[in-house]
T-cell receptor, first 115, second 115 residues
Framework: AQKVTQAQTEISVVEKEDVTLDCVYE???????LFWYKQPPSGELVFLIR??????QNEISGRYSWNFQKSTSSFNFTITASQVVDSAVYFC????????????FGTGTSLTVIP | EPEVTQTPSHQVTQMGQEVILRCVPISNHLYFYWYRQILGQKVEFLVSFYNNEISEKSEIFDDQFSVERPDGSNFTLKIRSTKLEDSAMYFC?????????????FGPGTRLLVL
């Protein structure tokens, strides 16, 4: 079973539109961490955010915001006023206590921002 | 800002050949990881390394794979006899002393092509 599900395979938006990328996770752990990484066309993985399971406060960083809802096991990522440079594949990842140090990645959402 | 580096950026090899992928983790980090990403697919965990030994490994990390920290700075992944299905992007990552609680910072990847 997938521990991290990113149901949106590809999304296209027009520049300046807002877009939300969904992430649903599955864990039996009570203590865990969630992450978002960005993979631009150049291929590297860029860390965006880490959130622990005890902190459900939403976070905003510039045009980026994250909505963590334990009740629905979701950790969604919103880009406000999207720009062409936001075009990338975005991965959500989970780190659990019970399964050690590895990250479980979702399958990624490919975002294309059209100028 | 400290970063993880990987060499080479691209490697082409013949099936059956041995390859060594090199990584220099962030200098004060204690946990080291290898992940792979087959083209267009999600990032998959291979192995984690701490205190000069493997701490976890996935099913993918079979006897063909080995890791080593030959000196105080490098972390290598060796594939003894490459197969076509080993073609992928290989990412090295490192994290601080908190292990699973720490953000893993990824290198730019080595794209391996096995012919």
């Amino acid at each position: 079973a997938q521990k991290v599900t990113q149901a949106q395979t590809e999304i296209s938006v027009v520049e300046k539109e807002d877009v939300t990328l969904d992430c649903v996770y599955e864990t039996r752990d009570t203590t865990y961490y969630l992450f978002w990484y960005k993979q631009p066309p150049s291929g590297e993985l860029v860390f965006l955010i880490r959130r622990n399971s005890f902190d459900e406060q939403n976070e905003i960083s510039g045009r980026y915001s994250w909505n963590f809802q334990k009740s629905t096991s979701s950790f969604n990522f919103t880009i406000t006023a999207s720009q062409v440079v936001d075009s990338a594949v975005y991965f959500c990842a989970l780190s659990e206590t019970i399964t050690g140090n590895q990250f479980y990645f979702g399958t990624g959402t490919s975002l294309t921002v059209i100028p | 800002e400290p970063e993880v580096t990987q060499t080479p950026s691209h490697q082409v090899t013949q099936m059956g050949q041995e390859v060594i992928l090199r990584c220099v983790p962030i200098s004060n980090h204690l946990y080291f990881y290898w992940y792979r990403q087959i083209l267009g697919q999600k990032v998959e965990f291979l192995v984690s390394f701490y205190n000069n030994e493997i701490s976890e490994k996935s099913e993918i990390f079979d006897d063909q794979f080995s890791v080593e920290r030959p000196d105080g700075s490098n972390f290598t992944l060796k594939i003894r006899s490459t197969k076509l299905e080993d073609s992928a992007m290989y990412f090295c990552a490192s994290s601080g002393g908190g292990g699973r609680w720490e953000t893993q910072y990824f290198g730019p990847g080595t794209r391996l092509l096995v012919l």
